[in-house]
């Protein structure tokens, strides 16, 4: 498996050909860089363990993180670059926030130059605190986007991941990531990593809705040693999308008064997860957490030294939901686990839904005659612009009319790349934090959005659409990209004259 390279350096197996070729059960640690110089105390001390574990042959890759939580951190490929050079298979993390769409793909260029494969494509949490004050977002694409543009590199340079976060409370929540799950899928992910979670149930309903779907593709479990006080910080909803429950964080601060602080019960914990996570049919374990070597060896030693079978007892010890969490498969008597019978309220609900507000079923009305393409409505209005195109000055005061009804209805920023009809008439310019155009990022709280208080709008847009019976086929459709050259543009002459997203040519290109 792991065999010295004439330079004496490590080489290991791609990941690409563990995950696709082989039945191997895989293992990657997560590495978490650090603030200033990588010649400083803190980076020198990641990049040391970062080269150990390279050197050790459980680990097949190495994951590192691109400014987790939204802080600035040193840059992955930093430490990511030395990895690579020694032979180490290494997934480098690449987010949406702090890069526009130009930024992300001269990135990807130097990436695949210096030798990385495996991206774990991520939209990114909302920046927070940074050189004087606060960071300016960017999001000019999200994760969906960024997996086709990885996807379409040329050459199939890289072997692009994806993570979904199931371990949500409300089916508003937790229907919609497994929509934009699929959505990624076909956008080009090759492997999925779940979000942090301590519900072996929710971890079986992952796998089991991928199989439901026929998504042939290799799922790694999430596996986060807990501290006493990383799970406060969690249990403070610190880290977006994130979940400790008060049942948890109760048995955190019991562990937390023993004379090791609790590091013996986190420890068996985690490799109680992993077994977990074996027994269920994931194709690995993602260990993260603040770790030591000889935290890695007593996980090794616990798994390695559990019946082959007990992991069915962990999953009934190993089941921290939320209240009233909402899951998609009924659950099993004997084991706790997921059942393949699909949650029968959630199928009653689909037959008699709540009804939409009357404003979002006017403007539904009103996009079918007049915005659907092959309408007579449609028709009309490619003429009449067609004809305001040659007007400026009609143009101008056409656009002016739009923009006032469209700010009143839908706070809307005049992005001149109007994806209302697909959200259920909500404006993602002004009303996600994130300008998310292909589905809910993972950070979503009880329905509310990571950034603030208000509600997450794909939530939103999932119960107007489940009233008409349309939630599943909320994300369908080509992956979405703003045009920036439209921004201040008539969004209505824009959608007539074919030079939005939603034209043909947009599509295709």
Same mark, same amino acid.
């Given at each position: 498996?792991?065999?010295?390279?004439?330079?004496?350096?490590?080489?290991?197996? &791609?990941?690409?050909?563990?995950?696709?070729?082989?039945?191997?059960?895989?293992?990657?640690?997560?590495?978490?860089?650090?603030?200033?110089?990588?010649?400083?105390?803190?980076?020198?001390? #990641? $990049?040391?363990?970062?080269?150990?574990?390279?050197?050790? &042959?459980?680990f097949?890759? $190495?994951?590192?993180? +691109?400014?987790?939580?939204?802080?600035?951190?040193?840059?992955?490929?930093? %430490?990511?670059?030395?990895?690579? /050079?020694?032979?180490?298979?290494?997934?480098?993390?690449?987010?949406?926030?702090?890069?526009?769409?130009?930024?992300?793909?001269?990135?990807?260029?130097?990436?695949a130059?210096?030798?990385?494969?495996?991206?774990?494509?991520?939209?990114?949490?909302?920046?927070?605190?940074?050189?004087?004050?606060?960071?300016?977002?960017? =999001? +000019?694409?999200d994760?969906?986007?960024?997996?086709?543009?990885?996807?379409?590199?040329?050459?199939?340079?890289? =072997?692009?991941?994806?993570?979904?976060?199931?371990?949500?409370?409300?089916?508003?929540? #937790?229907?919609?990531? /497994?929509?934009?799950?699929?959505?990624?899928i076909?956008?080009?992910?090759? *492997?999925?990593?779940?979000?942090?979670?301590?519900?072996?149930?929710? %971890?079986?309903?992952?796998?089991?809705?991928?199989?439901?779907?026929?998504?042939?593709?290799?799922?790694?479990?999430?596996?986060?040693?807990?501290?006493?006080?990383a799970?406060?910080?969690?249990?403070?909803?610190?880290?977006p999308?994130?979940?400790?429950?008060?049942?948890?964080?109760?048995?955190?601060?019991?562990?937390?008064?023993?004379?090791?602080?609790?590091?013996?019960?986190?420890?068996?914990?985690?490799?109680?997860?992993?077994?977990?996570?074996?027994g269920?049919? /994931?194709?690995?374990i993602?260990?993260?957490?603040?770790?030591r070597?000889?935290?890695?060896?007593?996980?090794?030693?616990?798994l390695?030294?559990?019946?082959?079978?007990?992991?069915?007892? =962990?999953?009934?010890?190993?089941?921290?939901?939320?209240?009233?969490?909402?899951?998609?498969?009924?659950?099993?008597?004997?084991?706790?686990?997921?059942?393949? #019978?699909?949650?029968?309220?959630?199928?009653r609900?689909?037959?008699?839904?709540?009804?939409?507000?009357?404003?979002?079923? #006017?403007?539904?009305?009103?996009?079918? /005659?007049?915005?659907?393409?092959?309408?007579?409505? *449609?028709?009309?209005?490619?003429?009449?612009?067609?004809?305001?195109?040659?007007? &400026?000055?009609l143009?101008?005061?056409?656009?002016?009319?739009?923009?006032?009804?469209? %700010?009143?209805?839908?706070?809307?920023?005049?992005?001149?790349?109007?994806?209302?009809?697909?959200?259920?008439?909500?404006?993602?310019?002004?009303?996600?934090?994130?300008?998310?155009?292909?589905?809910?990022?993972?950070?979503?709280?009880?329905?509310?959005?990571?950034?603030?208080?208000?509600?997450c709008?794909?939530?939103?847009?999932?119960d107007?659409l489940?009233?008409?019976?349309?939630?599943?086929?909320?994300? +369908?459709? &080509?992956?979405?990209?703003?045009?920036?050259?439209?921004?201040g543009?008539?969004?209505?002459?824009?959608?007539?004259?074919?030079?939005?997203?939603?034209?043909?040519?947009?599509?295709?290109?």
């Amino acid at each position: 498996m792991v065999q010295p390279s004439a330079a004496g350096a490590w080489t290991k197996r &791609p990941l690409r050909y563990l995950l696709e070729e082989t039945g191997t059960f895989v293992t990657v640690a997560e590495l978490a860089t650090s603030r200033g110089l990588i010649t400083e105390p803190d980076g020198s001390r #990641v $990049l040391e363990l970062a080269r150990t574990l390279a050197e050790h &042959p459980r680990f097949h890759a $190495l994951s590192i993180t +691109d400014n987790p939580g939204g802080h600035a951190m040193m840059s992955a490929d930093t %430490m990511g670059t030395d990895l690579v /050079y020694r032979g180490q298979e290494v997934i480098i993390h690449l987010s949406c926030k702090d890069w526009n769409r130009n930024a992300l793909e001269s990135r990807c260029w130097m990436l695949a130059s210096e030798g990385f494969r495996n991206v774990l494509a991520l939209s990114g949490d909302y920046p927070v605190s940074g050189y004087h004050g606060q960071a300016a977002p960017v =999001f +000019d694409i999200d994760s969906v986007g960024l997996l086709k543009l990885l996807s379409e590199m040329p050459g199939g340079q890289f =072997f692009p991941g994806c993570v979904v976060s199931n371990y949500k409370r409300l089916e508003r929540e #937790v229907m919609p990531q /497994y929509f934009k799950l699929a959505k990624k899928i076909q956008a080009g992910a090759r *492997f999925i990593i779940n979000q942090i979670g301590y519900d072996a149930r929710k %971890m079986d309903e992952l796998l089991r809705y991928v199989d439901l779907r026929g998504c042939k593709i290799p799922v790694i479990a999430n596996v986060f040693v807990l501290s006493a006080s990383a799970a406060r910080y969690f249990h403070a909803g610190k880290i977006p999308g994130v979940i400790v429950t008060d049942e948890l964080m109760a048995r955190a601060d019991k562990q937390a008064a023993s004379p090791d602080r609790g590091r013996s019960f986190f420890l068996e914990f985690a490799a109680k997860q992993c077994a977990i996570a074996r027994g269920l049919g /994931y194709r690995g374990i993602y260990l993260g957490g603040h770790l030591r070597l000889e935290d890695y060896e007593r996980i090794f030693r616990l798994l390695d030294g559990f019946a082959p079978n007990d992991w069915l007892d =962990f999953a009934r010890e190993i089941r921290f939901a939320q209240p009233g969490e909402f899951y998609f498969f009924e659950r099993d008597a004997r084991t706790g686990l997921s059942s393949p #019978v699909v949650n029968r309220e959630y199928l009653r609900s689909k037959q008699d839904p709540p009804g939409a507000p009357l404003a979002y079923r #006017v403007n539904r009305r009103i996009h079918r /005659y007049a915005f659907e393409e092959g309408r007579a409505g *449609f028709r009309a209005g490619q003429k009449l612009y067609q004809v305001v195109e040659r007007c &400026p000055k009609l143009a101008r005061i056409l656009h002016g009319a739009e923009h006032a009804v469209k %700010m009143m209805q839908f706070d809307c920023r005049d992005c001149g790349d109007c994806s209302l009809p697909e959200i259920a008439y909500l404006c993602p310019e002004s009303q996600c934090a994130k300008n998310q155009r292909n589905g809910p990022c993972g950070g979503a709280r009880g329905g509310l959005c990571e950034a603030g208080e208000k509600e997450c709008i794909w939530a939103r847009a999932y119960d107007r659409l489940k009233a008409y019976g349309q939630e599943e086929q909320m994300l +369908d459709g &080509p992956v979405v990209y703003r045009n920036g050259a439209l921004r201040g543009t008539s969004a209505w002459a824009n959608a007539f004259l074919g030079r939005d997203h939603r034209s043909p040519k947009a599509s295709s290109s």
